[in-house]
């Protein structure tokens, strides 16, 4: 069949929509009476299940991108829009299995399991909205030194002072998100450091005055509130109870065994991702391999090996010494932590008036922070759309599951 | 050659300023010396009547040279050019100095005050005061870019003005009680804190806790009047000095709090998803029912609070009001609203219908009165969280309505209603739709499919008519529900039970349509056809359950009298034996509708009682028959039996 030649060739090298939209096309094609009404159901099944893995592969495969964008914004929204494609494919696929009539009270069964699993991931998607916004808090603090910064002409004491309290009040909340994340790490350097050199600056009579003219003290002030999930929520265990149960099918499992556990392993996947990526409430537990479903066996699905390929080079980015306490892996997180350290000790070693070494010193550290705030300012909107997106298209996916399962009952 | 000089001096001057340090008496008696250097800036001038109304420790100088700032529609501030550039810039920098000198002098005993500044209202004015000329000095400085020097120590004072004001505002927002108000004489004693503490403070701010409130047209003022007005001078003396952002970030962090607070107030537990996933609908309900009164509670009362707050805080400093708003209520705004996602994406219980077109309801009502709230570009992503979770709402509501339909098909047919009385299932589903219908506005509303619109104009639906997509539907329902009930009908092993059965819930079924909103949904012709089923059902049941009879009562024609009377008697007999029969079994059957009931009793009585008394007439009547002729029943014996039919009686 030519048609699905092309399908499989063109689906690998464009990451767009558009390839799922040919292949609905196709899956229709294939559907239509002509060919489906005599002997073809048997192999219309097996030919779509293997387009469907095939499919996924590719949708998985495309996500690598270059090493430096790994974990960046851009690479996550790539892999949830990998995830939103398969799932797209997932359903053009059962509601093919169902007008064949292909689909079994069994079958009906797995579509309804996955769905449940698929509905785990909602608290994930709200707790990287809620992620997402932390970030952007982060990002306006620390834009304000990084601008203060660059502004024109010299750096003078003024802006030095400006530019220390919006980094301690960055610190405040890193540190606060990152104890809610379950780690340390650079945050509590950055809290050690705030009590050291910004404890200097903020030790202004004035602002003990006002601190102690209450009981709620200065520090507080920015805490965040910030988790619509409750605090006891925990990443790691919602990761596992996605994962849970999610083993390979035997080979005699025939059907949506296949695709039902592809898509579980799939949004495992881009939930676990997702975690990694942004701070969330007990993150860091999640990031250990050992809470990992059973890998896909690689010879027996076309999709596991790029799967794994992304699922291992997480874990390893996990490990990494410098990440491992990180409040989220998303590379602009590690870049913003790095410049916002490499600004706090440029500040700190510099003496007033800065000149030659110490201000460029200080004026690049600051340039490398104004570039990751532009970054996350771009990135930050499209992936909180992109989150919600994913969110409703869960939602949207179990409702039309009810309902065409019903109408097939006719 | 004159400009040379200048230069020169300037230059000077500046290497004098940093060498000195900033407040040695030999800089002033320096400066002085500069500053008579030219009459035009004598200091009398300069220091006129500006500092008259500060306190005594700022009396000898203040003001400054810049004049009064007025606050600019903008952030981005055109700096007055005040000085004309070079002729004056040499006396210009030497009273700016002075100035500079003054305003660190006066400002530094502000910011070491280890009290709130605004604790005394002449203390805060004159900082206020003080702050407005440095903010006018720096831009006079920075315009006239020759004294990099003296810009540099007027910033750094400023960032020290600005961290101070800082603490003031979040201070002042987040404890307005701890500020005396505004007294004439300056000083709050302790006894009029307590004072304000207990009778108009903040505490006792009435933050409505979920009572039935049905009057949404309430503003909480969190703040006092005085504490408003405070906080707005320090908001535009933050951004007229360049720190907009960070008063929006510490406006948002200070308010979090109240609005946390409140939100708490409302009896809400933040759920996740996956508990609401698995929470028996009991405690669901229940959570439903104080989170409606809640929602509109916070965007109905609190969020508009806060926005009229957060405008009236950051009067003219667009955009910085709008970033502080949506930083302050965001959380809790999706926090409530994330509840109304979880519901929809829980199961879809037929039960749960109708607390779910509540929530519906209340979200969308809310949706017209949101846009003035949330109509900056920078809240438009909450209003559209909202528009979202009233679609999921709709569309859960449509997932609901289906799975009736879904739960009518599936239901078994197990074990039959004793006597073909009503199936409950007939019953629930009639008593549902009937409900249903109480809100087939909404109903209609998301079957329509419509959802994009939601939200918008309202959708100009019709509900009352049986094209809509909701009285398609129902009909639709009603059929499903008709196939089930057929279905059920043949565990009946006699068939005219069956047909009892049929007649029964058809009956019901028309009776709950007459009586409630469904008849103008399903419309006349299905009413017509509906009550022509009963009838071909009544019909059925007459002829399968009394055909034997009728037969036996058959006599022939008025030409066939020949029948012999043994024939005639042999024929009596069958009667009475078909009739204790009939009797027996069928007056444990049920004919629930008393006019129903009657009238097929009546029809009954009309075919059989004739015939039984043409037999009965043709008995006497034959010539064999024998004068003591025993007649077991009279005619209105057998009336009377069949009026006992049907009544549900087991011996």
């Not at chain 1, 602002?207 to 003219?213: C, F, N």
Request: charged share 25%; hydrophobic share 45%.
């Amino acid at each position: 069949m030519p048609a699905t030649d092309y399908q499989g060739s063109s689906s690998h090298s464009h990451p767009s929509p558009f390839s799922s939209f040919g292949r609905s096309l196709l899956s229709l094609r294939r559907d239509s009476p002509a060919v489906g009404a005599s002997q073809a159901m048997p192999s219309g099944e097996e030919a779509d299940l293997e387009a469907f893995q095939r499919h996924v592969a590719a949708h998985l495969a495309d996500i690598r991108g270059e090493e430096d964008e790994f974990l960046s914004i851009e690479w996550i929204r790539r892999l949830l829009e990998a995830f939103l494609l398969c799932q797209e494919e997932f359903r053009v696929f059962v509601a093919q299995a169902r007008r064949r009539g292909a689909l079994p009270a069994a079958g009906e069964k797995l579509v309804v399991e996955f769905h449940e699993r698929a509905v785990k991931a909602l608290d994930v998607c709200n707790a990287a909205r809620d992620g997402v916004d932390q970030l952007r808090r982060w990002e306006r603090l620390a834009d304000i030194a990084a601008s203060v910064l660059l502004a024109p002409g010299e750096i003078h004491e003024g802006q030095l002072r400006r530019a220390r309290k919006a980094l301690s009040d960055l610190a405040v909340l890193l540190v606060d998100d990152t104890a809610a994340s379950g780690s340390g790490g650079v945050a509590s350097f950055l809290a050690s450091h705030r009590n050291r050199s910004f404890g200097r600056a903020r030790a202004s009579p004035s602002r003990a005055a006002v601190a102690g003219a209450s009981s709620a003290t200065s520090a507080s002030h920015f805490r965040s509130l910030s988790w619509s999930v409750s605090r006891a929520w925990s990443a790691s265990r919602q990761l596992q109870a996605i994962g849970a149960g999610l083993a390979a099918p035997r080979a005699h499992e025939a059907g949506l065994a296949a695709p039902v556990y592809a898509m579980g392993c799939v949004l495992h996947l881009a939930a676990w991702a997702l975690v990694a990526a942004v701070p969330c409430p007990d993150r860091s537990a999640a990031l250990q391999a050992h809470h990992l479903p059973a890998a896909p066996p690689r010879a027996a699905f076309p999709w596991a090996p790029p799967l794994l390929t992304l699922q291992e080079r997480l874990a390893e980015e996990g490990k990494r010494k410098d990440r491992r306490h990180s409040c989220g892996l998303l590379k602009e997180i590690h870049v913003l932590e790095k410049s916002t350290h490499k600004l706090t000790e440029a500040i700190d070693a510099a003496p007033i008036p800065l000149f030659g070494d110490r201000e460029a010193d200080v004026r690049e550290a600051a340039a490398e922070l104004a570039a990751v705030c532009a970054a996350m300012r771009d990135g930050l909107e499209p992936l909180e759309r992109q989150v919600r997106e994913v969110f409703h298209r869960i939602v949207r996916s179990r409702v039309e599951g009810l309902d065409s399962s019903m109408h097939n009952a006719d | 050659m004159a400009e040379d000089g200048e230069e020169k001096l300037l230059a000077t001057v500046q290497h004098i300023v940093k060498t000195l340090g900033r407040t040695d008496t030999m800089t002033e008696d320096i400066l002085k010396v500069f500053s008579n250097y030219d009459g035009r800036l004598s200091l009398d001038k300069l220091y006129a009547t500006r500092a008259a109304a500060a306190a005594a420790a700022v009396a000898a100088a203040g003001g400054g040279a810049a004049g009064e700032h007025s606050v600019p529609a903008s952030p981005p501030m055109p700096p007055p050019p005040a000085v004309p550039p070079a002729a004056a810039a040499m006396p210009a920098v030497t009273s700016l100095e002075r100035t500079v000198r003054t305003l660190d002098r006066q400002i530094s005993q502000f910011v070491a005050m280890d009290r709130l500044i605004w604790a005394d209202s002449a203390d805060a004015d004159a900082f206020l005061e003080a702050v407005d000329d440095l903010i006018g000095t720096v831009q006079e400085l920075d315009a006239a870019g020759t004294n990099r020097g003296l810009l540099d120590r007027a910033d750094e004072l400023l960032s020290r003005c600005m961290a101070r004001l800082e603490d003031e505002f979040r201070a002042l927002i987040e404890r307005p009680d701890d500020v005396a108000p505004a007294a004439p004489g300056g000083f709050a004693s302790d006894e009029s804190e307590e004072d304000y503490d207990a009778d108009d403070g903040y505490g006792d701010e009435p933050i409505p806790i979920a009572k039935p409130v049905s009057d949404f047209d309430v503003v909480i003022d969190a703040l006092p009047p005085g504490s408003v007005s405070d906080v707005h001078q320090i908001a535009r003396r933050m951004v007229d000095a360049g720190f907009g952002r960070e008063c929006a970030e510490a406006y948002a962090a200070a308010r979090r709090g109240f609005i946390d607070e409140s939100v708490a107030r409302l009896g809400i537990r933040s759920r996740t998803i996956d508990e609401v996933h698995s929470l028996p609908w009991e405690e669901l309900e229940f959570d439903i029912a104080r989170w409606i009164p809640a929602f509109k509670m916070v965007f109905r009362i609190l969020i508009p609070s806060e926005r009229r707050l957060c405008d009236r805080v950051f009067d003219g400093l667009a955009p910085y009001g709008d970033l502080a708003f949506v930083a302050a209520v965001r959380t809790q705004a999706l926090q409530l609203i994330s509840f109304g996602d979880a519901v929809s994406a829980a199961s879809r219980a037929p039960e749960r219908l109708f607390r779910v077109i509540d929530m519906y309801e209340a979200v969308r009502d809310l949706l017209p009165d949101l846009d003035p709230v949330f109509s900056d570009p920078y809240s438009a992503a909450l209003r559209a969280e909202v528009s979202a979770v009233c679609n999921t709402l709709g569309s859960s509501i449509k997932g609901i309505f289906m799975e009736l339909e879904n739960l009518i098909r599936r239901d078994p047919a197990r074990v039959s209603v004793p006597g073909g009385g009503i199936h409950p299932i007939t019953r629930y589903v009639m008593n549902y739709l009937r409900a249903a219908c109480g809100s087939r506005q909404t109903l209609e509303e998301v079957m329509e499919g419509d959802l994009g619109a939601v939200g918008g104009a309202a959708i100009a639906v019709d509900p009352d008519r049986p094209t809509s997509s909701l009285a398609v539907h129902i009909a639709w329902i009603m059929d499903v529900l008709h196939k089930n009930l057929e279905t059920k009908s043949k565990i009946y092993r006699d068939p005219p039970l069956a047909s009892i059965f049929l007649m029964n819930n058809g009956k019901y079924i028309i009776h709950k349509v007459n009586d409630s909103e469904l008849g103008v949904l399903l419309g006349d012709e299905w009413m017509k056809q509906m009550m022509s089923r009963v009838r071909r059902c009544s019909l059925e049941y007459q002829r399968g359950a009394w055909a034997k009879v009728m037969s036996v009562l058959q006599t022939g024609g008025p030409g066939i009298s020949s029948l012999p009377a043994k024939a005639l008697l042999q024929k009596l007999r069958m009667f009475n034996g078909y009739l204790e029969e009939i009797c027996a079994i069928q007056s444990e059957w049920v004919i629930a509708d008393e006019q129903l009931r009657e009238d097929v009793r009546a029809a009954i009585t009309d075919s059989v009682k004739p015939a039984y008394v043409g037999l009965i007439s043709r008995l006497k009547s034959s010539p064999e028959a024998a004068q003591d002729l025993f007649i077991k029943h009279s005619p209105e014996d057998v009336e009377a039996r069949i009026q006992h039919l049907f009544e549900g009686v087991s011996k």
